[in-house]
């Protein structure tokens, strides 16, 4: 069975589908449809944010 892995748009280290640190940003414009989906190390993108964000479920950890 193979993994697809993906590139981390921040560290450009190898992050897998099945990793709980994957996650995905949907970029977009506002009106235009145009979108482009970045895939993140959980951890790099914490790391970039400023501590003030508030961060959501999404940002958990099981
Ligand atoms: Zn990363």
Redesign the pocket.
Known sequence: MSVTVYS?A????D?GETDPELLRLTVSRRLSEAQQELF??R??LVARLDPRVPLGQVFDVD
Request: hydrophobic content about 40%.
């Open positions: 981390c921040l560290c450009f280290d992050v993140v190390h951890t790099c």
